[in-house]
C-alpha cells in the first residue's frame, strides 16, 4: 500500500482568504481522489486527478472554488479558495485502483 | 443506481462482546467491490478488508470477520471480544463499474466500546 502524507496537518483560516493542502504519495500512481469529509458525516468525493489532465470535479463542486493542480505522478494539490465557515471539514487524499489509501487529512476551520 | 446503507448509525457495547455492523448495498452490476475501512478518532481512514463479487467465502483476520451474501446484498463485519481500541467510526462502500469508478460510501456507523 502506498504511503500519503498531507500538508498541514491542520489549519484555522479566516473567511476569504484560500488555503492549499499538498499531497505527496511515494509511489507514481495514475489516479488521485480529493475527498471532503464534513463534522460528523461521511466522505464526499471532490474530484479526480490525473496527471498530465484536467482534474474531473463532481456535482456541487467546481474548479474556482477547489482548483487543482497534479504536476507530477506522486504529487497534487487542492486549494480551497473564498474560504467561508461552512468550508470547515477534512480534506482527504486518496489513491488506488480498487481500494484507496488515504493519507492522514488536513483539517480545516473557517473563522 | 449505486447505494450503500449502514442503518446503524452508532454502537454502544461493553468490552469483550461481539459486536456486528450491518451493510446493505445496491447496484445493477454483475462485477463490483465491497470494502470495509476503519476511522478512529485520530482521523485517518484505515483500509481493512475489499471482497469482489465474485467471491462469497467469508474473511476472518483475527478479532474481525466478514460475511458477504449477495443474496441479501449485504457485507456485514462482525468484531468478537470486543476492545476499547476497536472504537471508531466504520464505513462500508462499494466501487462498481457503472459508478464512473467512484467509491460510494455508506454514512459509517460509529461504534463505542465501554471498558
Known amino acids: 500500500s502506498a504511503v500519503i502524507s498531507q500538508k498541514p496537518s491542520r489549519d484555522i483560516c479566516q473567511r476569504g482568504t484560500s488555503l492549499t493542502i499538498q499531497c505527496q504519495v511515494d509511489?507514481?500512481?495514475?489516479?488521485m481522489f480529493w475527498y471532503r469529509q464534513q463534522p460528523g458525516q461521511s466522505l464526499t468525493l471532490i474530484a479526480t486527478?490525473?496527471?498530465?489532465?484536467?482534474?474531473?470535479?463532481e456535482s456541487g463542486f467546481v474548479i474556482d472554488k477547489f482548483p487543482i493542480s497534479r504536476p507530477n505522478l506522486t504529487f497534487s494539490t487542492l486549494t480551497v479558495s473564498n474560504m467561508s465557515p461552512e468550508d470547515s471539514s477534512i480534506y482527504l487524499c486518496?489513491?488506488?485502483?480498487?481500494?484507496?489509501?488515504f493519507g492522514p487529512g488536513t483539517r480545516l476551520t473557517v473563522t | 443506481a449505486q447505494k450503500v446503507t449502514q442503518a446503524q448509525t452508532e454502537i454502544s457495547v461493553v468490552e469483550k462482546e461481539d459486536v456486528t455492523l450491518d451493510c446493505v448495498y445496491e447496484?445493477?452490476?454483475?462485477?463490483?467491490?465491497l470494502f470495509w475501512y476503519k476511522q478512529p478518532p485520530s482521523g485517518e481512514l484505515v483500509f481493512l478488508i475489499r471482497?469482489?463479487?465474485?467471491d462469497e467465502q467469508n474473511e476472518i483476520s483475527g478479532r474481525y470477520s466478514w460475511n458477504f451474501q449477495k443474496s441479501t446484498s449485504s457485507f456485514n463485519f462482525t468484531i468478537t471480544a470486543s476492545q476499547v481500541v476497536d472504537s471508531a467510526v466504520y464505513f462500508c462502500?462499494?466501487?462498481?463499474?457503472?459508478?464512473?469508478?467512484?467509491?460510494?460510501w455508506g454514512a459509517g456507523t460509529k461504534l463505542i466500546i465501554k471498558p
Open positions: 509511489s507514481q500512481v495514475t489516479m
Open positions: 462502500a462499494l466501487l462498481a463499474w457503472d459508478s464512473n469508478y467512484q467509491l460510494i
Open positions: 447496484t445493477r452490476d454483475t462485477t463490483y467491490y
Open positions: 486527478a490525473n496527471q498530465g489532465s484536467e482534474a474531473t470535479y
Open positions: 486518496s489513491v488506488g485502483e480498487y481500494e484507496q489509501y
Open positions: 471482497r469482489n463479487s465474485f
